[in-house]
DNA sequence: TAAATATATCGCAATATTACGATAATAAAT
DNA sequence: ATTTATTATCGTAATATTGCGATATATTTA
């Protein structure tokens, strides 16, 4: 118990849900936010710009970085952070398919 | 430690979060789209149709609710689950704004 | 009134998430 | 080579989520 089930699930389902998961959090919409726009950034602006640890930092970037929708380029010392347009767009289809596709709403019974 | 330091973020940040929260759940996604298929629907089809048990059903449907994007009438012994229109297009909203706010996307670094 | 039906809530176990200090890893600068 | 700077990872504590059986609640039917 106290697992998700996913094998009941379609894999639409699943991933849409994976994907939502990743940005249902304030500091991560914190960090896409200031990543866009400053265009790009280090992982130090952002542990100045929101005032959580280093550690904390990193961690939300992995799980951003775990849909893709974020990538890092590797400058000396310094990791720059920026968002993957492709994905960016890919995210925002599926989720315009959800909302778009279901769109003959009525009110209850 | 291990609690979401919501006062550090804005309002607005913390509201999406939790919208997105209450989304990213593959039962949670397929509550909604099977409600919208059958324009209405009660508890008792999802457990049939979702596979997952009774109790399992309702909590879930109580964390739609928690956001408002569902609402239920009492029918007799049975509870009519829909989608509240203006809740539905109100976060339709708010992800577009997040989506079309933060257009201007370049490449990395 | 009693039985049947549908839903909500409680309590619990398993697992996941969040945050952070400490430490490791990597590259630049001295 | 050593120090400095930046980021990633490990380990851990506190809390949250997920799922379900059991039970409570409410309405309908017999």
Redesign the interface.
Same mark, same amino acid.
Do not use: S
């Given at each position: 118990m106290g697992v998700?089930?996913?094998e009941? #699930?379609?894999a639409q389902?699943?991933h849409?849900?994976?994907t939502?998961?990743a %940005?249902?959090?304030?500091?991560?919409?914190?960090i896409?936010?200031h990543i866009?726009k400053q265009?790009?950034c280090i992982c130090n602006d952002l542990v100045e710009e929101?005032?959580?640890a280093q550690a904390t930092i990193s961690q939300h970037l992995k799980e951003l970085k775990s849909i893709g929708i974020i990538?890092? +380029?590797i400058?000396g010392t310094n990791v720059?952070?920026?968002?993957d347009?492709t994905v960016?767009q890919q995210?925002?289809k599926d %989720?315009n398919s #959800? #909302?778009i596709d +279901?769109v003959n709403?009525?009110?209850?019974?």
């Open positions: 998700t089930k996913t009941i #699930f379609t389902q699943n849409l849900a994976l939502l998961k %940005l249902a959090h304030p500091a991560r919409i914190a896409l936010q866009i265009n790009a929101l005032g959580l990538k890092g +380029n400058e720059c952070y920026c968002v347009e960016w995210v925002k %989720l #959800f #909302f +279901n709403i009525e009110e209850c019974c």
